[in-house]
């Protein structure tokens, strides 16, 4: 059995953003998959690059979503240069709107605390509902003001998906799909992980497997204390480009083919991920209170897919203590931290160690 450098366990966002960043490096790596029937978040994301709003209560996650935000241009650039696939990347900047004086209250007290933390290159500015008027004309009369920033974007998760695995490929990694890990073991200065259909070996191994990493990391060590998280969304029919969605929102979008994708819903009801008409309903209320002309266009599409969840809501990230060479990543932001993975975590684990700013990200942090 060959060894490698790298097995990634995990082929969704999470897995092929550190996989190809770490084939970027010259390293030999595995993705491991167990295929499209796995709970495949990457395929139920809303697409925001977003900044905004993160790490209220753990300023260095805060850091980190900008720092991704920053590397991603370049990130988009190749790989639809290297692969011809446009990831319809766009940062224009992005705007949180509020239904409410009291929602509006609570949202300005979160973005004044973040620049009491950052200072002014935060950037995100609170506005009234004239100043919106002035950048999204045609907003409901329930709009009552929100913020911006202008390091906020978005981006297609499917062709990220597509072109991160194009060129992972195209660099020499190897990907195996209907391969679930199922048993993971140190073999001498090795890991070997085992599926129902194949051996692997290789001398690290990244646990990137969504909501399947919490059983994978009792076999390497590793306490992964994620759980679902439900979230719904309903996309319509195409439309022509309209400059009052030139830039995202929250809860609206939309996308390059013109559809306009709308959300969300936090549901803590365990692994199901049927949709329900009530949230729909509640989602589609939402969506015409705040853009009117919504309401003449017909949904076509809704699924549900399941987040992935840490108790804080910020990443985890860590190396094995008692198997060096077995790594954890985790987070409900896979699209938005797809530069960071690819370009500051992946070099760490091709070292073997993470950066000392890293452990803040440890699950050590819930052992209190």
């Not at 491991?32 to 690059?49: K, M, P, Q, T």
């Not at 692994?271 to 729909?280: E, L, P, Q, V, W």
Request: aromatic share 8%; glycine share 10%.
């Amino acid at each position: 059995m060959k060894s490698v450098d790298t097995i990634v366990v995990g082929g969704g966002l999470v897995g092929a953003a550190v996989a190809y960043g770490l084939v970027r490096l010259g390293q030999t790596v595995e993705i491991i998959d167990e295929g499209d029937i796995a709970f495949r978040a990457s395929r139920g994301n809303f697409g925001l690059v977003w900044f905004q709003g993160k790490g209220s209560d753990m300023p260095e996650y805060s850091r980190w979503t900008r720092g991704s935000t920053e590397v991603w241009p370049d990130l988009a650039e190749d790989l639809r240069a290297e692969t011809g696939v446009d990831v319809n990347y766009f940062k224009k900047g992005g705007v949180h709107l509020c239904l409410s004086d009291e929602a509006l209250e609570t949202h300005s007290d979160l973005i004044r605390r973040m620049h009491n933390i950052h200072g002014p290159e935060y950037g995100a500015r609170i506005l009234d509902r004239k100043q919106l008027d002035d950048i999204l004309p045609g907003l409901g009369n329930d709009v009552v003001g929100g913020s911006w920033s202008p390091h906020d974007g978005h981006a297609s998760p499917l062709y990220l998906l597509r072109a991160l695995h194009s060129r992972f490929q195209q660099l020499g990694g190897v990907y195996h799909s209907g391969a679930r890990a199922e048993f993971i073991e140190r073999d001498g200065n090795d890991f070997v992980v085992r599926t129902p259909v194949s051996t692997h070996r290789a001398n690290k191994v990244v646990l990137a497997a969504g909501l399947g990493n919490r059983p994978l990391g009792k076999m390497v060590g590793l306490n992964v204390p994620v759980n679902p998280l439900k979230g719904q969304i309903l996309v319509t029919e195409r439309a022509a480009p309209t400059a009052t969605l030139s830039i995202p929102t929250t809860f609206v979008r939309q996308a390059a083919e013109g559809s306009f994708l709308l959300g969300d819903s936090h549901e803590d009801v365990g692994f199901d991920t049927s949709s329900k008409s009530a949230i729909m309903a509640d989602i589609a209320d939402r969506a015409i209170r705040t853009f009117p002309f919504l309401k003449d266009l017909r949904v076509v599409r809704s699924w549900a897919a399941l987040r992935v969840m840490t108790p804080d809501g910020c990443p985890i990230y860590e190396q094995s203590e008692t198997h060096p060479g077995a790594f954890t990543v985790n987070c409900h932001s896979g699209v938005t931290l797809a530069g960071a993975h690819a370009m500051n975590l992946a070099p760490m684990i091709a070292a073997g160690h993470l950066e000392d700013y890293m452990s803040v990200f440890s699950a050590e942090r819930f052992n209190v």
